[in-house]
C-alpha cells in the first residue's frame, strides 16, 4: 500500500485531503529509483484547479510514455496546509511518490496567469529550493517554466533556470536527451544550461545581460554565453496528427473546475482581436482532423468515465467541421446520458439549435463578448460583432426559450470615450428590448435578465495593444461608475444587472504583465511580507504589494501610464513569436484609426506567421 | 432490477470522503458499463444509494451501495468487470441481487462492527492496559454523555447502543448501532472512555476499521442480525434488460 509523506494527524487536519495524495484514476505509477529523470509538473495554484488544466495532462501523458522518465504532479497546497508544511519543516512533495520536490531532477511549472507568480515563490519556498536561481547548487532540480506568461518571462526570470517558449511538444523529448547525457558523463548544472540553450525555444535568462536606459526604458538585452542566441523562437506543433494526444487523462476524485473530458479541437485564432495575447501568441490556427476527434472523444469519455465533453478552443465557431462533430457526438451519445458542452460558440442558428438539444433552456443562459460597447470602439478592438449580430442572435435564442443573456466588456480600451462606455448600458438595454418585442406577454417566463460584467483592459506583450497605456485604480473605478450609471437610466433597467472587476488586481496585473527584469525584487518583496494566491480575492492584499513597490523603489505608474514609444526596446523583444513586431505596429496604427482587419481566412494580413509552414496560412493550397 | 454492492475502502483511500467516493462510483459504472437505470429530467443521475457514509480517516471491508439495473451480466463477472476500474484501496466484495420488494440498504442500517486498535507511534497517548480498562468502561450501567445535534446539546446513555465488545489481540471488536433510530459512531464511544479515564482524548491515537454493517430481523428486545449483503443473492445467470427498461 502506498505510503504518504504526510501523518494522518496532518491529512485529517486539513480541508480536503484528497488534495494531497495521489492515486486518481489514469494517474500514473513507476519506481522512481527505476528511472532516469524525475520531473515533476506543477500548477502553481490549488489542485482543483491545477487537476482542471488541459496542458498538464498532455505533458504528462507524454513524459510518461517515456520509461527513462517519470512524471508526477504538484500544486499550491492550500492555506491550511502551508502552514503545516512551515511549521513542521516538511518539504513540499509530489502527489505520485509522495517524494521531496527538492530531489526531483526538473520541476516544471506551468504559469497561465501574472496573479500566480507570488505561489511560484511558495512552492520553490515550500520545497526548500531557494527562489533565486542564482543560488542553487548541483544539488537542486532544474527549476523550468512554461505556458503563456513566458512569452514576457522577465518580471519572473530570476526564479527560473530555463524557460520554454511555445507548445510542449516539440522540444521536451530533445530537452530529456540532453540532460540524461549530461548526467550520464557527470556534467555539470551549467553545462546542461548551456546545451540547453543551443535547443530552440529554451530561453536561460542567466545567459542574458540587460541594461537600462536613464529615463528607466530597456536599453539592451545581449547574451553573455556564446551558447545563447540573441532570439528565442516560439516551438509549435505543426501537425496535430503527429502529436499524442492525452485518451487517459487524470480523474480527480474531488469535483475539479473543470469536471468533463476537454477536447482541444485546434490550437489559435483566425479573428486577430488586437486586445487577445492568445490570439497573436498561438498563430497560426491549426485543426485536428474529424476523424481523430471523434475517435479521442469516445476513447476518453470511456477511460475517464465522465458525463459531460466540452470542446476546447479559442473560437469554437471557426472549426471547419464543427457541425459534423457537433452532430456525431449527439447522436453517439445521445442515449448515454452524456452532456456536451460549448464555449466560445457563436450565437447563431446553428449553436441555437445544438444548445436546444443539449441543454436545458430553462436554466442556461446565452453569452456574447462584445467586448465594447460601441461599433467605434469595437473597430478599434478588431472584433467583428456588430450590434445587428447580437441582436438577431438575442431574439432567436428568445424565440427558443431563453430569457437569461450574459454579456461581457472590457473598460479602459484604447481610446476610449465616455460614449463607448455608456454604449455598454445602451446595448444592454437594447438586448432587453428585443425580448419584449419578440415574446409576446402571455409567452414570457418572467421579466428577461440581461447580466453585464465588465473587466479592466490590461495590453499583453505579443499583441497590437502591447504599446498602450493602462490607468490609475482611480480613473478605472470612475469608468465603472460611468456604466452604473448609464445601467440605472435605461428604460429595462430592472432586468439589466451590472458587476465589475476588482480595479487593484487590474493595476498590478498590468504591472506583472508588461514588466522588466526589476520587478522580479517586487514579487519576492510581496510574497515575503506574506502575499500568496493573489488571484482569489479573499487573499489579495493590494496594500502588501503597494509597500513592496515603494520597498524597492519601483513605481507601478513606470509600468502602466506611459504609452510606450513604438521604438522603445520591450522586455520582450528577444523572442520571436513568428507575428512581427511590423505587423503589431501597423495593427496598432489601424486601431487608432478604427480600421477593422480581416481574419486570416478571408484575407491574408501578412502578420509573418507564414514562415512555420503550415496551418490556415497554407489552407486549400495542396 | 435491486443489486447491493459490498465494497472495502482501505489504505489511503480513508482520506477521500463520502461525497467523492459517490462520484468515484458514478464514474466507475461508466468506464465498467454497467448497465445502471438513470432518473429521468433533464440533468438525470444515476440510481444509487450508500447504506452509511463512512467517515474521513476510517477504513473498512464492509460498505453497501444499492443501484438500480437496467440488466445485468451474472454475479462474478460484474465483480470483476467493476474491480478492472478501481484504484488501490476500493474493491468490490460482492454483487448480489434484491428481491424486487426490498428496502434500500440505507433504511434498514441497525448495527455495525467496528475493529479499534491502537496507530504506529502513538504508545505514549495510549497507556499500558488501555484494552483492559475498557472492560471496566463497559460494565457500566449506563455511559452518558454529551451528544451535539442540529439544534442543542443533550445527555444520552450510549451503554444500550454497545451491543457487543471484546478484547481481541490486534485491538477492541465493538458491534455498535447505527442506522436512523440510534447511532453510535466509534469516535464518540473512545472519547467517552477517554474522559471516565481522565485523560485528553486524542482522536488520531487509533484506527478504526468498519467490519459489517448489519439488518435487524429480530425485535425490539432480541436483536438478530444479519450482515446487509445476505438479503440478496448470487447472480448466476445474466439478466438481460427487458423490452420496456430500452430506451
Given at each position: 500500500?502506498?505510503?504518504?509523506?504526510?501523518r494522518?494527524?496532518i491529512l485529517?487536519?486539513?480541508e480536503?485531503?484528497a488534495?494531497y495524495?495521489?492515486n486518481?484514476?489514469n494517474s500514473?505509477?513507476?519506481?522512481p529509483?527505476?528511472?532516469?529523470?524525475?520531473?515533476?509538473m506543477?500548477f502553481?495554484?490549488?489542485?482543483?484547479?491545477g487537476m482542471?488544466?488541459?496542458?498538464i495532462q498532455?505533458?504528462?501523458?507524454?513524459?510518461?510514455?517515456?520509461d527513462d522518465?517519470?512524471?508526477?504532479r504538484?500544486?499550491?497546497p492550500w492555506?491550511?496546509?502551508?502552514?503545516?508544511?512551515?511549521e513542521?519543516?516538511i518539504?513540499?512533495f509530489s502527489l505520485?511518490?509522495?517524494?521531496?520536490v527538492?530531489d526531483?531532477?526538473?520541476?516544471?511549472?506551468?504559469?497561465q496567469?501574472?496573479?500566480?507568480y507570488?505561489?511560484?515563490?511558495?512552492?520553490l519556498?515550500l520545497s526548500?529550493?531557494?527562489?533565486?536561481?542564482?543560488?542553487?547548487?548541483?544539488?537542486?532540480?532544474?527549476?523550468?517554466?512554461?505556458?503563456?506568461?513566458?512569452?514576457?518571462?522577465e518580471?519572473?526570470?530570476?526564479?527560473f533556470?530555463?524557460?520554454?517558449?511555445?507548445?510542449?511538444e516539440?522540444?521536451?523529448?530533445?530537452?530529456?536527451?540532453?540532460?540524461?547525457e549530461?548526467?550520464?558523463?557527470?556534467?555539470?548544472?551549467?553545462d546542461f544550461?548551456e546545451r540547453?540553450?543551443?535547443?530552440?525555444?529554451?530561453?536561460?535568462?542567466?545567459?542574458?545581460?540587460?541594461s537600462?536606459c536613464e529615463?528607466?526604458?530597456?536599453k539592451?538585452?545581449?547574451p553573455?554565453n556564446p551558447?545563447?542566441?540573441?532570439?528565442?523562437?516560439?516551438?509549435?506543433?505543426?501537425?496535430?496528427?503527429?502529436?499524442?494526444?492525452p485518451?487517459k487523462?487524470l480523474?480527480?476524485?474531488?469535483k475539479?473546475?473543470?469536471?468533463?473530458?476537454?477536447l482541444?479541437?485546434?490550437?489559435g485564432?483566425?479573428?486577430?482581436?488586437?486586445?487577445?495575447?492568445?490570439?497573436?501568441?498561438?498563430?497560426?490556427?491549426?485543426?485536428?482532423?474529424l476523424?481523430?476527434?471523434?475517435?479521442?472523444?469516445?476513447?476518453i469519455?470511456?477511460?475517464?468515465?465522465?458525463?459531460?465533453?466540452s470542446?476546447?478552443?479559442?473560437?469554437?465557431?471557426?472549426?471547419?467541421?464543427l457541425?459534423?462533430?457537433?452532430y456525431?457526438?449527439i447522436?453517439k451519445?445521445?442515449?448515454?446520458?452524456?452532456?456536451?458542452?460549448?464555449?466560445?460558440?457563436?450565437?447563431?442558428a446553428f449553436?441555437?439549435?445544438?444548445?436546444?438539444?443539449?441543454q436545458?433552456?430553462?436554466?442556461?443562459?446565452?453569452?456574447?463578448?462584445?467586448e465594447?460597447?460601441?461599433?467605434?470602439?469595437r473597430?478599434v478592438?478588431n472584433?467583428?460583432?456588430t450590434e445587428?449580430d447580437?441582436l438577431?442572435?438575442?431574439?432567436e435564442?428568445?424565440?427558443?426559450?431563453?430569457?437569461?443573456?450574459?454579456?461581457y466588456?472590457m473598460l479602459?480600451l484604447?481610446?476610449?470615450?465616455?460614449?463607448?462606455?455608456?454604449?455598454?448600458a445602451?446595448?444592454a438595454n437594447?438586448?432587453?428590448k428585443?425580448?419584449y418585442?419578440t415574446?409576446p406577454?402571455e409567452?414570457?417566463?418572467?421579466r428577461?435578465q440581461?447580466?453585464?460584467?465588465?473587466?479592466?483592459?490590461?495590453?499583453?506583450?505579443?499583441?497590437?495593444?502591447?504599446w498602450?497605456?493602462?490607468?490609475t485604480?482611480e480613473?478605472?473605478?470612475?469608468k465603472a461608475r460611468?456604466?452604473?450609471?448609464a445601467?440605472?437610466?435605461?428604460?429595462?433597467h430592472k432586468?439589466?444587472?451590472?458587476n465589475?472587476?476588482?480595479?487593484d488586481?487590474?493595476?498590478?496585473?498590468g504591472?506583472l504583465?508588461?514588466g522588466?527584469?526589476?520587478?522580479?525584487?517586487?514579487?519576492?518583496?510581496?510574497y515575503?511580507?506574506?502575499?500568496?494566491?493573489?488571484?482569489?480575492?479573499?487573499f489579495?492584499?493590494?496594500?502588501?504589494?503597494m509597500e513592496?513597490?515603494?520597498?524597492?523603489?519601483?513605481d507601478?505608474?513606470f509600468?502602466?501610464?506611459?504609452?510606450?514609444s513604438?521604438?522603445?526596446?520591450?522586455p520582450w523583444?528577444?523572442?520571436?513569436?513568428?507575428?512581427?513586431?511590423?505587423?503589431?505596429?501597423?495593427?496598432?496604427?489601424?486601431?487608432?484609426?478604427?480600421?477593422v482587419?480581416s481574419n486570416?481566412?478571408?484575407q491574408?494580413?501578412g502578420?509573418?506567421?507564414?514562415?512555420?509552414?503550415?496551418?490556415?496560412?497554407?489552407?486549400?493550397?495542396? | 432490477?435491486?443489486?447491493?454492492i459490498?465494497?472495502?475502502k482501505?489504505?489511503?483511500?480513508?482520506?477521500?470522503?463520502?461525497?467523492?467516493?459517490?462520484?468515484?462510483f458514478?464514474?466507475?459504472?461508466?468506464?465498467?458499463?454497467?448497465?445502471?437505470?438513470?432518473?429521468?429530467g433533464?440533468?438525470?443521475?444515476q440510481i444509487?444509494s450508500f447504506?452509511?457514509?463512512?467517515?474521513?480517516?476510517?477504513?473498512?471491508?464492509g460498505?453497501y451501495?444499492?443501484?438500480?439495473m437496467n440488466?445485468?451480466e451474472?454475479s462474478?463477472?460484474m465483480?470483476?468487470?467493476?474491480?478492472?476500474?478501481?484504484?488501490?484501496?476500493?474493491?468490490?466484495?460482492s454483487?448480489?441481487?434484491?428481491?424486487?420488494?426490498a428496502k434500500?440498504?440505507?433504511?434498514?442500517?441497525?448495527?455495525?462492527?467496528?475493529?479499534?486498535?491502537?496507530?504506529?507511534?502513538y504508545?505514549?497517548?495510549?497507556?499500558?492496559?488501555?484494552?483492559?480498562f475498557?472492560?471496566?468502561?463497559?460494565?457500566q450501567?449506563?455511559?452518558?454523555?454529551?451528544?451535539?445535534?442540529?439544534k442543542?446539546?443533550?445527555?444520552?446513555d450510549?451503554?444500550?447502543?454497545?451491543?457487543?465488545?471484546r478484547?481481541?489481540?490486534?485491538?477492541?471488536?465493538?458491534r455498535?448501532?447505527?442506522g436512523s433510530?440510534?447511532?453510535?459512531?466509534?469516535?464518540l464511544l473512545l472519547?467517552a472512555?477517554?474522559?471516565?479515564?481522565?485523560?485528553?482524548?486524542?482522536?488520531h491515537?487509533?484506527?478504526?476499521?468498519r467490519?459489517?454493517?448489519?439488518?435487524?430481523t429480530?425485535?425490539?428486545?432480541?436483536?438478530?442480525?444479519?450482515p446487509?449483503?445476505?438479503m440478496?443473492?448470487?447472480i448466476?445467470i445474466p439478466?438481460?434488460?427487458?423490452?420496456?427498461?430500452?430506451?
Open positions: 500500500m502506498k505510503k504518504l509523506a504526510l494522518d494527524e485529517l487536519k486539513v480536503k485531503p488534495r495524495i495521489g486518481e484514476v500514473v505509477k513507476k519506481d529509483r527505476g528511472v532516469d529523470i524525475r520531473f515533476v506543477c502553481p495554484d490549488v489542485y482543483e484547479i482542471s488544466h488541459l496542458g498532455i505533458l504528462y501523458d507524454m513524459f510518461n510514455r517515456r522518465v517519470y512524471c508526477e504538484v500544486y499550491s492555506i491550511d496546509m502551508d502552514r503545516v508544511l512551515r513542521e519543516h518539504p513540499l505520485e511518490s509522495q517524494l521531496p527538492k526531483a531532477d526538473f520541476l516544471g511549472i506551468t504559469i496567469y501574472e496573479m500566480c507570488t505561489n511560484i515563490l511558495q512552492i519556498d526548500q529550493i531557494p527562489l533565486n536561481a542564482a543560488d542553487r547548487g548541483e544539488e537542486y532540480p532544474i527549476v523550468i517554466g512554461g505556458g503563456p506568461c513566458t512569452y514576457n518571462p518580471p519572473i526570470a530570476a526564479f533556470d530555463m524557460f520554454y517558449i511555445g507548445e510542449g516539440t522540444r521536451y523529448n530533445d530537452l530529456m536527451d540532453i540532460y540524461k549530461i548526467k550520464a558523463s557527470g556534467g555539470s548544472r551549467q544550461l540547453a540553450a543551443e535547443l530552440p525555444g529554451i530561453y536561460v535568462p542567466s545567459f542574458y545581460d540587460v537600462y529615463d528607466g526604458t530597456l539592451s538585452m545581449m553573455n551558447h545563447a542566441s540573441r532570439q528565442v523562437i516560439k516551438q509549435l506543433v505543426m501537425d496535430m496528427e503527429q502529436v499524442s494526444y485518451e487523462p480523474v480527480p476524485y474531488l475539479a473546475t473543470q469536471d468533463r473530458v476537454v482541444e479541437i485546434q490550437r485564432c483566425i479573428r486577430g482581436c488586437r486586445f487577445c495575447q492568445a490570439g497573436m501568441v498561438y498563430r497560426p490556427v491549426r485543426e485536428r482532423s476523424e481523430q476527434l471523434e475517435q479521442y472523444a469516445v476513447n469519455l470511456e477511460n475517464t468515465g465522465h458525463d459531460e465533453i470542446l476546447s478552443s479559442l473560437s469554437s465557431s471557426d472549426y471547419s467541421r457541425k459534423e462533430l457537433v456525431f457526438l447522436e451519445f445521445r442515449d448515454k446520458d452524456v452532456n456536451i458542452s460549448l464555449p466560445s460558440l457563436r450565437i447563431d449553436s441555437l439549435d445544438v444548445m436546444s438539444r443539449v436545458d433552456v430553462k436554466k442556461s443562459s446565452l453569452t456574447f463578448a462584445p465594447a460597447g460601441s461599433q467605434r470602439m473597430n478592438i472584433k467583428g460583432l445587428e447580437i438577431n442572435g438575442s431574439a435564442a428568445f424565440r427558443g426559450g431563453w430569457n437569461k443573456v450574459k454579456l466588456f479602459g484604447p481610446t476610449e470615450t465616455k460614449e463607448d462606455m455608456e454604449g455598454i445602451d446595448l437594447k438586448v432587453a428585443e425580448y418585442e415574446v406577454k409567452e414570457r417566463q418572467g428577461v440581461v447580466n453585464v460584467s465588465t473587466s479592466f483592459f490590461i495590453p499583453k506583450p505579443f499583441t497590437p495593444f502591447q498602450a497605456s493602462m490607468f485604480k480613473e478605472y473605478l470612475a460611468v456604466v452604473n450609471e445601467m440605472k437610466n435605461q428604460l429595462n432586468s439589466l444587472k451590472y465589475w472587476h476588482e480595479a488586481v487590474s493595476v498590478l496585473e504591472v504583465a508588461r522588466d527584469r526589476r520587478v522580479s525584487k517586487v514579487i519576492l518583496d510581496a515575503r511580507r506574506g502575499c500568496i494566491y493573489d488571484s482569489w480575492s479573499e489579495f492584499d493590494n496594500g502588501k504589494w513592496a513597490f515603494e520597498a524597492q523603489d519601483l507601478p505608474a509600468y502602466n501610464l506611459r504609452e510606450r513604438l521604438d522603445e526596446l520591450l523583444d528577444f523572442i520571436d513569436t513568428g507575428v512581427t513586431k511590423d505587423f503589431l505596429k501597423k495593427e496598432w496604427k489601424r486601431a487608432m484609426e478604427g480600421t482587419s486570416c481566412r478571408a491574408c494580413q502578420c509573418g506567421v507564414r514562415k512555420f509552414g503550415g496551418g490556415v496560412c497554407f489552407e486549400d493550397q495542396d | 432490477m435491486k443489486i447491493r459490498k465494497f472495502s482501505t489504505g489511503i483511500m480513508k482520506f477521500i470522503g463520502h461525497l467523492d467516493v459517490m462520484r468515484y458514478q464514474k466507475v459504472n461508466r468506464r465498467a458499463g454497467v448497465d445502471i437505470a438513470y432518473s429521468g433533464f440533468s438525470p443521475h444509487m447504506a452509511s457514509p463512512l467517515g474521513l480517516g476510517l477504513t473498512s471491508e460498505e451501495l444499492d443501484i438500480e440488466g445485468t451474472d462474478r463477472t465483480r470483476d468487470r467493476m474491480n478492472h476500474e478501481m484504484v488501490e484501496g476500493m474493491e468490490i466484495l454483487y448480489r441481487r434484491l428481491p424486487d420488494t434500500p440498504a440505507m433504511s434498514i442500517v441497525a448495527a455495525a462492527d467496528y475493529m479499534v486498535s491502537s496507530k504506529e507511534g504508545e505514549e497517548i495510549l497507556w499500558d492496559g488501555w484494552k483492559a475498557f472492560a471496566s468502561f463497559c460494565s450501567e449506563s455511559i452518558l454523555i454529551w451528544k451535539k445535534t442540529k442543542c446539546e443533550k445527555q444520552v450510549i451503554r444500550p447502543m454497545i451491543y457487543e465488545w478484547v481481541e489481540a490486534s485491538g477492541i471488536f465493538l455498535l448501532a447505527a433510530a440510534d447511532n453510535l459512531k466509534p469516535e472519547e472512555l477517554f474522559q471516565y479515564a481522565g485523560r485528553e482524548f486524542c482522536p491515537a487509533f484506527s478504526i476499521h467490519l459489517e454493517i448489519y439488518a435487524d429480530g425485535t425490539e428486545k432480541e436483536h438478530s442480525f444479519i446487509l449483503e445476505e440478496g443473492e448470487e448466476l439478466v438481460p434488460r427487458t423490452e420496456e427498461d430500452k430506451p
